[in-house]
């Protein structure tokens, strides 16, 4: 990336910041289009005649239509959120569950896709994590454990530990040939690979703007139109009601039924402008400089003494997780943090996975469109130091 685009993130210029799997920076443009949602049309939506409330509301329905466009779907089947983990939490409270039903996720998930299907044992649910071969969801397994009561299948389209892309369209199939739900949480893809949710064949989709430029407290979930009746909304109130009387209420139809109460309005406005950088960089292009420094890290980790990264050879995002041999990853992190670099250390919101490996802690670096090969090799130079 040029200097010119790298001046969009004015942290770059103080950081080497390698922590984009827990949240991207924000560029300045992105700021500026909220900035101006607050300065110039700044109002309610849906709620008021006045031209600053069209305005408003127009740009709001806009970020659906965008989604809908960079997802593959129709913007009325985009249902904006506050996070990924809203979005699954909306599914797994919103279906009608019946005991016995099943599910199956995985140990690879983030706990936002994991906790929220293990509570549903609490309503006589039963749920299964299938198990992983060499980083690699273990597919036989998946196929084996599938019942005549299995009712939805959730699984990451790449991982925030390993940055393992999973086989969501083959995924997909199976989902079909047994008429399972499918849910596919894209927090760590949508950033980073052109996404298509009819290929992929899910029912549910979910991310968070802010790993994809956007701001934090705006996030999606791509709901196929045949089940938005169905869910339960998470909250009632303003915005997701046509009538109320002093006996009952009748709610809205489309996307409008699951979003209660003022949303993030300029997070959404932040989010469209986010999504156009994307489609201007063209997501082909973040995948080709993504690989392009993960080849130049994970050869220049291999050479370092008592490294040990997690499953180097699998097809991956630029999601790096490691140990080094009698060092604490916590203490690491903080010395790269000395060094200006920032990594992140931790089970990363993912302790089955990374107890499955073992360790109770790992290191992990993870890059985006606006990290350079220089930085990369920055970060291997202070790792060889600390070694
Ligand atoms: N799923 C995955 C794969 C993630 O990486 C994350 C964020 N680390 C989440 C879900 C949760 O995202 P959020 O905190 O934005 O809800």
């Not at 973040?286 to 990264?309: A, F, Q, S, Y």
């Not at 997690?310 to 995002?317: A, G, K, M, V, Y």
Request: hydrophobic share 35%; charged share 25%.
């Amino acid at each position: 990336m040029n200097d010119e685009f790298r001046s969009l993130f004015p942290l770059t210029s103080d950081v080497v910041y390698l922590d984009s799997a827990a949240t991207s920076l924000t560029p300045t443009s992105v700021l500026e289009e909220m900035n101006d949602y607050y300065n110039k049309y700044c109002a309610n939506i849906d709620r008021g005649v006045h031209h600053l409330s069209k305005l408003a509301s127009h740009r709001y329905g806009d970020t659906h239509k965008k989604i809908g466009e960079l997802i593959g779907c129709s913007g009325k089947e985009v249902v904006l959120t506050k996070n990924t983990t809203e979005a699954i939490n909306q599914v797994a409270f919103g279906l009608d569950w019946s005991k016995n039903d099943h599910v199956i996720t995985t140990v690879m998930e983030h706990h936002s896709n994991f906790v929220p299907w293990l509570r549903l044992r609490e309503k006589g649910v039963k749920v299964d994590v299938i198990g992983i071969k060499n980083g690699q969801i273990d597919l036989n397994e998946l196929k084996n454990k599938i019942t005549s009561e299995t009712r939805l299948i959730a699984i990451c389209h790449a991982s925030n530990v390993l940055g393992t892309i999973n086989p969501v369209i083959e995924i997909g199939k199976i989902c079909r040939e047994n008429d399972i739900l499918y849910l596919v949480d894209g927090a760590q893809s949508t950033p980073h690979l052109p996404i298509d949710v009819q290929k992929i064949g899910c029912d549910f989709y979910s991310f968070s703007g802010h790993k994809m430029l956007g701001p934090t407290g705006i996030g999606a979930l791509y709901c196929k139109q045949k089940h938005q009746e169905k869910l339960k909304p998470l909250m009632v109130g303003g915005g997701n009601v046509s009538n109320v009387t002093k006996t009952g209420y009748t709610l809205k139809k489309g996307y409008h039924r699951l979003e209660a109460g003022t949303p993030n309005i300029a997070g959404a406005i932040g989010l469209t402008k986010a999504i156009q950088i994307l489609n201007e960089i063209g997501l082909k292009n973040i995948r080709k400089h993504e690989e392009k420094l993960n080849k130049t890290l994970i050869d220049e980790l291999r050479n370092l003494d008592g490294l040990n990264i997690l499953n180097p050879d699998i097809d991956r995002t630029g999601v790096i997780s490691f140990t080094i041999k009698g060092k604490d990853p916590h203490k690491i992190a903080l010395q790269l943090d000395q060094k200006n670099i920032i990594v992140r250390s931790g089970n990363h919101c993912s302790q089955p996975l990374v107890e499955h490996y073992n360790y109770d802690k790992v290191i992990r670096t993870s890059h985006y469109i606006y990290n350079t090969q220089k930085e990369i090799k920055t970060l291997c130079k202070e790792l060889k130091k600390l070694i």
